[in-house]
């Protein structure tokens, strides 16, 4: 039986714990072959060319074999490694904007989320034209590109953008609120 097919009905979180026992290659490969195409979008989105996006995804992976024994199985493995895609990604781009993202959002404690009139209805958003879409994505900051790619390309739920930004629903949809404004005002200035 070839290794292939042999691991292949392991479960990811099984598949883990077997090449955090033994360091193997081999089976971090098959983890690759799963994940790959994920990681490589996650980091296309925030790349500048498909050959960056190739580097970023290949230094994922290596971060990833040396940090795989830190997954603790509290949650998927696929939100796991989309946490850490999105963070090595974050930090890859501070590093090379030479500038910290900084964290806008409204401390939560003195201000209640509401749905104002601004509020942007999620049709307007799939309603735009994709090449200006484009364009406008690329003007916004990483942090509002990646929230904005994550609910609506990647259809990740509030929930999940709780766990992986680290934060309650009520800043995660204050974020989303702004980051959608944002990128509309954006749309109407570009050609």
Not at 54 to 69: I, R, S
Not at 138 to 143: A, K
Not at 168 to 188: D, Q, T, V
Request: proline share 2%; hydrophobic share 35%; glycine share 4%.
């Amino acid at each position: 039986m070839g290794i292939g097919h042999s691991y292949n009905t392991l479960t990811d979180e099984e598949l883990v714990q077997k090449i955090v026992a033994s360091n193997d290659t081999l089976l971090f490969g098959v983890l690759y072959d799963r994940y790959a195409k994920m990681v490589y979008n996650k980091c296309y989105g925030f790349s500048k060319s498909q050959d960056e996006a190739e580097d970023l995804t290949q230094d994922v992976f290596l971060m990833l074999f040396v940090k795989l024994a830190s997954f603790k199985g509290k949650s998927k493995f696929s939100t796991w490694l989309y946490s850490f895609t999105y963070n090595f990604c974050v930090n890859y781009v501070n590093r090379n904007k030479q500038r910290k993202m900084s964290d806008n959002s409204v401390p939560m404690e003195n201000t209640e989320y509401k749905l104002t009139e601004t509020e942007v209805p999620d049709e307007s958003i799939y309603e735009l034209k994709a090449s200006r879409l484009d364009k406008a994505l690329q003007l916004l900051t990483p942090e509002d590109k990646s929230i904005l790619l994550l609910k609506y390309q990647d259809g990740a739920s509030i929930k999940d953008l709780c766990e992986l930004m680290e934060v309650g629903e009520s800043a995660i949809k204050m974020r989303l609120k702004r980051a959608k404004a944002k990128l509309l005002e954006i749309y109407n200035t570009v050609s």
